[in-house]
Nanobody, 115 residues
Framework: QVQLVESGGGLVQPGGSLRLSCVAS????????MGWYRQAPGKQRELVTS???????NYVDSVKGRFTISRDNAKNTVYLQMNSLKPDDTAVYYC?????????WGQGTQVTVSS
């Protein structure tokens, strides 16, 4: 039911920063656990970070200290602030909404980190 639209991807140099946004519509955003996944060419999609209704967060080890997930329930938006980007961060980044096991995915936004 929920519709997700990602934005903010692009091309950056190593060490640079990007902020991804995911805007949700069609349901009650504050009830969802939200997450960011990424998928590099030839690789499986992996969970990067998530944030629960209560604000609890988790991160894959490779992005700890560099990425920050946050949400603004008044704007129905979840953000991913990415700092100190590395070439290995290059992937399509997908927003996911999880409401008690019912999932919705965005279309994805490309992040390319290259010198």
């Amino acid at each position: 039911q929920v519709q997700l639209v990602e934005s903010g991807g692009g091309l950056v140099q190593p060490g640079g920063s990007l902020r991804l946004s995911c805007v949700a519509s069609g349901s009650i955003f504050s009830f969802y656990t939200m997450g960011w996944y990424r998928q590099a060419p030839g690789k499986q999609r992996e969970l990067v970070t998530s944030i629960t209704r209560g604000g609890d967060t988790n991160y894959v080890d490779s992005v700890k200290g560099r990425f920050t997930i946050s949400r603004d329930n008044a704007k129905n938006t979840v953000y991913l602030q990415m700092n100190s980007l590395k070439p290995d961060d290059t992937a399509v980044y997908y927003c996911k909404a999880d409401l008690y096991g019912a999932y919705s995915w965005g279309q994805g936004t490309q992040v390319t980190v290259s010198s």
